[in-house]
T-cell receptor, first 116, second 111 residues
């Protein structure tokens, strides 16, 4: 079955700690994305990557970092600089064609991050 | 700039009632439009999409028509079920490829 997996489902962070959220896809998609969702709000884009070894900041990148060493994987690190990290984090992927606006993004099941 | 506005929730309906969730957008050019659904504690699932004016997207009894003249993409279903209870997000993709979401509308269907 093709799809997107995120792990862990729940993650707890202590003050001053960096934590990494995993996102893997076997859809052969070029583009991958990280979103943050806060209660009662829409999704906000943190980072995205359209190709291996390249990524771009989204609307709320401060306090986060990413890497894209493999096509299938796009891990997100929530650093200690992110002062309000409690949220639901969603990873997505899509095909990518330069200049096109029809690609559908497919989402993983999400990781809920809580601060102890 | 590009934006999406949805009607505020929560929307509470009885089973078999007719559903409309309004969505309007502001965009340059000709965006693609989407409805996603999020069940409690889960990620987003694509419900339907439309890529050009007058297209109708449909899935699982839900429908939405891309109306360029009114910049709208309202979601409708003729007879809702308890299992339709979820949060529904309207979204657009602009020519830069960025997905822009509305704030979401919570639907609660009572038996």
């Amino acid at each position: 079955d093709g799809g997107i997996t995120q792990s862990p489902k729940y993650l707890f962070r202590k003050e001053g700690q960096n934590v990494t959220l995993s996102c893997e896809q076997n859809l052969n998609h070029d583009a991958m994305y990280w979103y943050r969702q806060d209660p009662g709000q829409g999704l906000r884009l943190i980072y995205y990557s359209q190709i291996v070894n390249d990524f771009q900041k989204g609307d709320i990148a401060e306090g986060y970092s990413v890497s894209r060493e493999k096509k299938e994987s796009f891990p997100l690190t929530v650093t200690s600089a992110q002062k309000n990290p409690t949220a639901f984090y969603l990873c997505a992927s899509s095909t990518h064609r330069q200049g096109s606006h029809q690609e559908t993004q497919y989402f993983g099941p999400g990781t809920r991050l809580l601060v102890l | 700039g590009n934006s999406v506005t949805q009607m505020e929730g929560p929307v509470t309906l009885s089973e078999e009632a007719f559903l409309t969730i309004n969505c309007t957008y502001t965009a340059t050019g000709y965006p693609s439009l989407f409805w996603y659904v999020q069940y409690p504690g889960e990620g987003l699932q694509l419900l339907l999409k439309a890529t050009k004016a007058d297209d109708k997207g449909s899935n699982k009894g839900f429908e939405a028509t891309y109306r360029k003249e009114t910049t709208s993409f309202h979601l409708e279903k003729g007879s809702v079920q308890v299992s339709d209870s979820a949060v529904y997000f309207c979204a657009l993709v602009n020519q830069g490829g960025k997905l822009i979401f509305g704030q979401g509308t919570e639907l609660s269907v009572k038996p």
